[in-house]
């Protein structure tokens, strides 16, 4: 089997997504939406479930944003969003109704963990290093926890010392609390894996907003317990999406839109996309914060506003898949999770479909790796992935048989993933704007979640809120 290319046309998401939607935008409607990933596409369901009248505008071909299918060897597989967590009770719910099944992440045997120039083997969640760096990697886990806990994850610009907590970068807080080596590889390297930016580039304040959303640090790196690697969707997250635009009313999205214009006046909002303009009483930019700024507002937004539009930046990652003949690494004993310092491809972790006779891993190059590889040619990622699994995992790891990424960087309608985040001095400055109604405009989007802020999760969660807003707002 040879290299499965994927330009956003992947085959899967044909089928998730015939395309046999209306390309005409009605003039008029009650709300329109603008972004079919999972929060427009929520906001979108219960606003016409509550009676709105309502149209989808999408940039894409395709529905779904950070969520997409692609195809390798045969296999449906998601180049976007993925994993679900058991105390992500909005998606569980939301996989209950559309009768989507649930399986658990392949976890059986040794982990590998790659850190200064080192492969060690471990079980369970305490990686094999000496005693004083696991210590010291506990300890600021904990200490991260501890300072999560007094944040509440929808105001965090209201915590005791927000101030000093958003003055800081997550880095100089690991600096001052870590005195290992490999104690501080080891959090550079969750860091990485979970804001897909280096610790130099977050605020404390807002990496601690995302813990508090979570719940702890463990859970959004785990596989195992609450972890929210444990399971995944049979057939793709990706058809959360699909199936959200299937229950919408004929003609309510219009793929192939992207909006370039809103403008806001007494009566209603005019919203100007590529085929045309669109009358509506109230809008809601489902968006990353970096998106919305490619719309062209006027002087319809508060300062504030506009500031967060161009201080969020969004996290670099590139996800692939590499398939293998058989997953040789179960035989030997190994779960095919792999966490590295090294990198350039690390996390990875076993995606085998099930049923299927190939062997499947799914990997990232993410934060300062990724941006190394992003807009090169894929056979250059490819070999940077074998190469880096080959270290892991040995010589059997030399010959794939198919290979599938996704450089999430180069989209110009996602720019980057998994999500938006804030610099310092952000969210304490322009942070209370996040939510906040701009008169006819509501803002949603998975950065605007209080709780799993950039997951899946948080996608359902903004598009429900933002949907119950504009319910309750005059028409
Ligand atoms: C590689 C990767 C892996 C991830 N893994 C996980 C995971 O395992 N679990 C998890 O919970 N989350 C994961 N996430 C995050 C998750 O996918 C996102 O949080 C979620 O999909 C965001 O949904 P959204 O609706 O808020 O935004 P988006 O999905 O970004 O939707 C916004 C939509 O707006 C469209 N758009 C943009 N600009 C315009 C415009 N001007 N006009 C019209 N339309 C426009 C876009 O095309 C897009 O469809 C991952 C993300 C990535 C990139």
């Known amino acids: 089997m040879g290299e499965h290319r994927d330009d956003g046309q992947t085959r899967a998401g044909r089928h998730a997504f015939p395309g046999d939607r209306s390309m005409t935008a009605p003039a008029q409607v009650d709300v329109c939406i603008i972004g079919a990933g999972l929060a427009g596409l929520r906001a979108a369901g219960r606003l016409s479930e509550g009676g709105r009248s309502i149209c ?17 060897c045969g296999e449906p597989v ?20 559309l009768g989507l099944e649930l399986y658990p992440q392949y976890a059986e045997g040794l ?69 290992t080596r490999d104690g501080r590889r080891v959090l550079d390297i969750m860091t990485r894996a979970i804001f897909t930016c280096e610790a130099h580039e977050i605020s404390l304040l807002a990496a601690l907003t995302t813990i508090a959303g979570a719940g702890s640090l463990e859970v959004q790196a785990e596989v195992q317990g609450d972890g929210a690697q444990k399971l995944k969707i049979r057939g793709g997250a990706f058809q959360l999406a699909a199936r959200l635009a299937d229950r919408l009313p004929p003609g ?15 009566t209603g909002v005019t919203v100007r996309h590529a085929g045309g303009e669109i009358r509506a009483g109230r809008v809601i930019v489902a968006l990353a914060p970096a998106l919305a700024a490619r719309i062209d507002f006027g002087a319809a937004l508060p300062p504030l506003r506009q500031q967060l539009h161009s201080r969020m930046p969004m996290g670099s990652v590139i996800k692939a898949l590499v398939a293998y003949e058989r997953p040789f690494w179960r035989a030997r004993g190994w779960s095919g999770e792999v966490v590295s310092d090294r990198g350039p491809f690390g996390p990875v972790m076993d995606a ?37 699994l080959q270290r892991y995992f040995g010589p059997e790891a030399a010959t794939p048989i198919g290979y599938v990424d996704k450089d999430w960087i180069a989209e110009p309608w996602s720019l980057g993933g998994y999500a938006g985040f804030t610099a310092p001095g952000t969210l304490t400055t322009c942070g209370p704007a996040l939510r906040l109604p701009c008169g006819r405009i509501h803002w949603s989007g998975t950065e605007t979640a209080t709780r799993w802020i950039g997951y899946l999760d948080g996608a359902l969660e903004a598009g429900e809120r933002a949907a119950a807003e504009v319910m309750a707002s005059p028409a």
């Open 252 to 266: 309510a999205l219009v793929l192939q839109a992207p909006v370039h214009a809103v403008e806001p006046s007494e």
């Open 56 to 72: 989808v505008l999408e940039a894409r071909d395709r529905v779904g944003g950070r969520t997409m299918g692609g195809e390798l």
């Open 352 to 388: 085998t479909p099930p049923g299927s006779p190939h062997g499947f891993l799914v990997g990232f190059f993410d934060g300062g790796h990724s941006r190394a590889l992003s807009g090169a040619p894929m056979d250059l990622r490819r070999a940077a992935a074998v190469k880096a």
């Open 111 to 179: 982990r590998l963990l790659d850190i200064g120039g080192r492969l060690r083997r471990y079980r369970g969640t305490v990686p094999r290093m000496s005693l004083l760096a696991a210590l010291d990697a506990g300890r600021a886990v904990r200490g991260l926890n501890r300072a999560a806990a007094t944040i509440d994850p929808a105001a965090p610009w209201l915590a005791a010392g927000a101030a000093d907590l958003d003055r800081m970068t997550l880095d100089q807080w690991l600096r001052r609390t870590l005195f």
């Open 78 to 97: 998601d180049l976007g969003g993925q994993w679900v967590g058991p105390t992500q009770h909005r998606v569980l719910a939301l996989c209950a109704e």
